[in-house]
């Protein structure tokens, strides 16, 4: 328990966590839930922001930037409280995280309030990885399940709730407190984990692997950057595309290519030896890739297409909210009876079977039909995204534990970016296909091709007036293209379950079996380190015989 014990060493502690756990934890998810609702708050305020500020042409990087920075820093995040502690590196990114609030909200012109927000997701990609990882070091291998469980809760019902804020705000408010709103809750946070936490030392030897962080950060740059502006600013075979696509690559490769060679790298590559890791982080790519890719669009398909009110169509996050808060928690205080291969198992075909019902609603089907099948697939997200972290957890070593949990993050994150992107070109693609087959080809060649179809319906629908049913085909049209998306979403989320029966079955260990699987990667690591200089020692060797001769 690396935070409670002050070092990395496998003895045991000498502070007793359960005293100090509870505050330590009520820190960190106040953190936790400032990073989540940010992703997603701004939305809902964007159009009195331009109202006041200007700058429509660069207004999407207040959502890309946030994004972007806190992709950057998740990975690294991980890696420093493995070597720093997870107190410095928490109190770090709640420093950000209110600082750039601040900024954001003082700002007098879009372009500071862009800044704004990039400091903010800078600080938030510090909280999510390591509370997260925190519960590892405070709880044994048998208690995480319920930690988790709810930390996986507070991730979905907070970005789930952040447009809702964002609008309650902006409506009673100025747009300025979606942002200083954030500082008391902040000030909170620290508060607790600052007084509570015991103190770390660094690593005295530790060597920090710069390049690596360099090479990452523009990989995963140039990654959101082309699902982002992908289809929509640029076209998907646009130079500026398909240069940032290979650019990617490239950084990829260098990445891998560093942490081969040095000392500490910044993501093991070993810990891809590990059949449930991998498994794990390709399970929740995968799972957000179906679930979050979707999530931009249920609410516009329930009101457009559906025929719900704006009201109760904004709600439509919080039955999937509730369906995933119910298994996440419940799984949690069972993992201990049942183990996390159950949850696993049955949580993919859970949320494919709900995302498919979505898909056969129709124009004018009843509110509660939706909060079902909303439910249903958040019963299924519950039980995977918390225990494929669990899973991982049980079987990583304390020195690992940062690195691995953001890791895993990061692929969620990764899933949930690139699934928004596919999704949207999948429901472009296929509304071109109903349009065709749904209305006259003299309408069909004046009219756009996208969901873009939406903002001029009623000037279409004028000038074609020996049309009486043009606007209801093209409704019909739009919302069997999200029909369509939720079947492939279906899909993808089924095939999670691949990813969860290659995780290893071990059941979770005792304090005395996670100690000794510290001590054994103690040893295993030192000899590794050892075996490295001496490969250094011998390649020096032989230059310097080399330059004698």
């Not at 960190?28 to 331009?50: E, H, R, W, Y």
């Not at 502690?85 to 601040?102: A, N, Y």
């Not at 996208?450 to 009623?458: A, R």
């Amino acid at each position: 328990m690396e935070n409670a014990n002050v070092t990395n060493a496998p003895s045991k502690p000498e502070i007793d966590v359960k005293k100090i756990r509870t505050p330590i934890m009520i820190g960190l998810i106040l953190g936790m839930l400032l990073a989540c609702i940010d992703g997603t708050v701004v939305g809902t305020s964007i159009p009195t922001i331009i109202e006041d500020l200007g700058g429509a042409e660069i207004y999407t990087w207040l959502i890309t930037i946030y994004l972007l920075a806190e992709t950057i820093t998740t990975p690294i995040a991980g890696k420093m409280s493995d070597i720093y502690g997870r107190k410095p590196v928490f109190l770090l990114g709640m420093i950000l995280f209110l600082g750039g609030s601040i900024f954001a909200g003082f700002s007098q012109n879009m372009e500071g309030l862009i800044i704004g927000r990039a400091v903010q997701g800078l600080g938030g990609g510090m909280l999510i990885p390591v509370a997260m990882a925190t519960v590892a070091d405070l709880y044994t291998p048998q208690e995480r399940g319920k930690m988790q469980g709810i930390l996986g809760a507070i991730f979905a019902i907070a970005s789930a709730i952040g447009p809702f804020i964002g609008g309650v705000i902006v409506d009673n408010a100025s747009w300025h407190w979606v942002f200083f709103v954030n500082i008391p809750i902040g000030i909170l946070a620290i508060a607790f984990t600052a007084i509570k936490f015991p103190k770390t030392h660094a690593e005295s030897n530790a060597k920090i692997d710069y390049l690596g962080m360099g090479a990452l950060s523009a990989f995963l740059a140039l990654l959101i950057m082309v699902v982002t502006f992908g289809g929509g600013t640029y076209p998907w075979g646009s130079f500026e595309i398909i240069g940032m696509s290979i650019a990617a690559i490239i950084f990829l490769g260098l990445f891998i290519y560093i942490e081969t060679r040095v000392e500490e790298p910044l993501v093991p590559l070993r810990l891809f030896r590990n059949r449930t890791f991998t498994a794990g982080s390709i399970g929740l790519l995968v799972m957000a890739l179906g679930l979050f890719g979707i999530l931009s669009y249920i609410a516009i398909y329930l009101q457009e297409y559906v025929g719900l009110s704006a009201t109760n169509s904004g709600a439509t996050l919080i039955p999937l909210t509730i369906g995933m808060t119910i298994t996440s928690v419940g799984s949690g205080f069972l993992l201990k009876k049942t183990g996390y291969m159950p949850w696993l198992i049955v949580g993919p075909p859970v949320s494919a079977l709900g995302l498919y019902l979505i898909s056969t609603l129709g124009m004018g089907s009843p509110q509660s039909d939706a909060s079902l099948y909303l439910i249903i697939a958040g019963l299924g997200m519950g039980c995977v995204m918390s225990n494929f972290i669990v899973a991982a957890q049980n079987i990583t070593p304390r020195r690992d534990m940062g690195v691995m949990t953001s890791t895993m993050s990061l692929f969620r994150s990764i899933g949930g970016t690139v699934g928004a992107a596919i999704i949207g070109t999948l429901i472009n693609n296929r509304i071109a296909i109903e349009l065709q087959q749904n209305i006259p080809a003299d309408v069909y060649n004046v009219v756009p091709h996208t969901t873009g179809i939406l903002d001029g319906l009623k000037e279409i629908v004028a000038l074609f007036p020996q049309y009486p049913t043009l606007e209801l085909d093209i409704m019909y049209s739009y919302g069997q293209s999200l029909s369509y998306a939720f079947v492939i979403c279906a899909i993808i989320v089924l095939c999670t379950i691949i990813a969860s029966l290659l995780v290893k079955r071990v059941p979770l260990k005792t304090d005395e079996e996670y100690e000794q699987l510290n001590l054994e990667a103690e040893q295993a690591h030192e000899e590794e380190v050892a075996r490295k200089r001496e490969r250094e020692i011998q390649k020096h060797n032989k230059h310097k015989d080399n330059g004698s001769i």
